[in-house]
């Protein structure tokens, strides 16, 4: 992280510099890609998940820094848009294949998974009792109870590393598929009771 905050501060302005003055107008596409290749490779080569260097590539990807090349309608996350249309049905597929379905009638592996999935609820939603005041505290806790991409990618790296059996990767799959699909539902009911349900 500290390399990383030293690189926005001393290197990332004139690395786009430089880079613009090779790929030009697709500067805007393409560094923050490279970027983010870098730094998952960086995070991957010291023995860190991938995902650690794409988020650190998120934190220091600052659109104010391609004022200079972009167009006005353009924006990072349009740009990026395609690419995450492209290889996130791809690693659901691979996330599925992982996935032994034989575990899921398994009583032991659903009444586990359940349980954890309410410590995940109860946790999250406390923890948005936490935040400043001025936030509606429940509907923050409630918006935090999904384990998306992150958790499957964490449970995928630590099934491959042997940290985690069949039967707890399918635990951790079962909180992922039921915080996600259960957290519209509470939250439309949120928004309903607010008044801000178009919002």
């Known amino acids: 992280m500290i390399f990383v905050y030293l690189l926005e501060l001393k290197l990332l302005r004139k690395s786009i510099n430089l880079f613009a003055k090779i790929a ?12 983010l290749m870098f730094l998952a490779w960086l995070a991957d080569f010291i023995g860190l998940a991938t995902i650690v260097g794409a988020f650190c590539a998120g934190l220091i990807i600052q659109e104010e820094y391609f004022n200079d090349i972009k167009m006005k309608h353009q924006s990072i996350e349009d740009l990026i848009s395609p690419i995450q249309e492209i290889f996130a049905p791809v690693f659901f597929v691979m ?10 009638a398994d009583l ?7 349980a954890i999935t309410l410590v995940a ?5 406390a923890a948005g009792f936490f935040i400043e005041k001025g936030y509606n505290k429940l509907l923050v806790g409630v918006g935090l109870v999904p384990r998306g991409e992150v958790g499957l990618i964490f449970a995928s790296i630590g099934k491959a590393i042997g940290v985690l059996d069949e039967k707890l ?11 996600t699909v259960i957290t519209p539902f509470f939250l439309t009911r949120i928004l309903t009771k607010m008044g801000l349900q178009q919002a």
């Open 24 to 35: 030009g107008n697709r500067t805007f596409l393409f560094f923050p890609f490279t970027l």
């Open 95 to 104: 996330m599925g294949f992982q996935v032994d379905v034989m575990s899921f």
């Open 108 to 114: 032991d592996v659903l009444l586990l998974g359940l």
């Open 121 to 125: 609820i109860i946790g999250k939603i």
């Open 169 to 179: 990767f399918t635990v951790v799959i079962i909180v992922v598929l039921l915080t």
